[in-house]
Nanobody, 123 residues
Framework: QVQLVESGGDSVQAGGSLRLSCAHF????????MAWFRQAPGKEREAVAL????????YYTNSVKGRFTISQDSAKKMWYLQMNLLKSEDTAMYYC????????????????WGQGTQVEVAV
């Protein structure tokens, strides 16, 4: 059974940093696309960052470009989201997701999801 487990969410002051981690279990092959999504109350789930395993493709939503970085450690079967210069509008539940196939920013294209980790950014 495939399982994704996020960690690292916390409450921080604006301008601070957090690193989210996603550990995956139960999938013998390599993912084709690893992603971070977020969902704030009353808003749709949005793709924050995507990458393929060899990093030849990365995607960031405009609002996080230059502040967030997605990365992976294949040996540890983990991927990360480094978030710097956090803003109040980054407050959301963050989810890692994975799929076999080309990266796509639509949440519906990802069959595997973690349970989410909460990020709160206070002004």
């Amino acid at each position: 059974q495939v399982q994704l487990v996020e960690s690292g969410g916390d409450s921080v002051q604006a301008g601070g940093s957090l690193r989210l981690s996603c550990a995956h279990f139960g999938f013998a092959a390599a993912w084709s696309c690893m992603a971070w999504f977020r969902q704030a109350p009353g808003k749709e789930r949005e793709a924050v960052a995507l990458m393929n395993p060899n990093s030849t493709y990365t995607y960031y939503t405009n609002s996080v470009k230059g502040r967030f970085t997605i990365s992976q450690d294949s040996a540890k079967k983990m991927w990360y989201l480094q978030m710097n210069l956090l803003k109040s509008e980054d407050t959301a539940m963050y989810y890692c997701a994975a799929r076999v196939g080309n990266c796509a920013s639509a949440a519906a294209s990802f069959p595997y999801w973690g349970q989410g980790t909460q990020v709160e950014v206070a002004v």
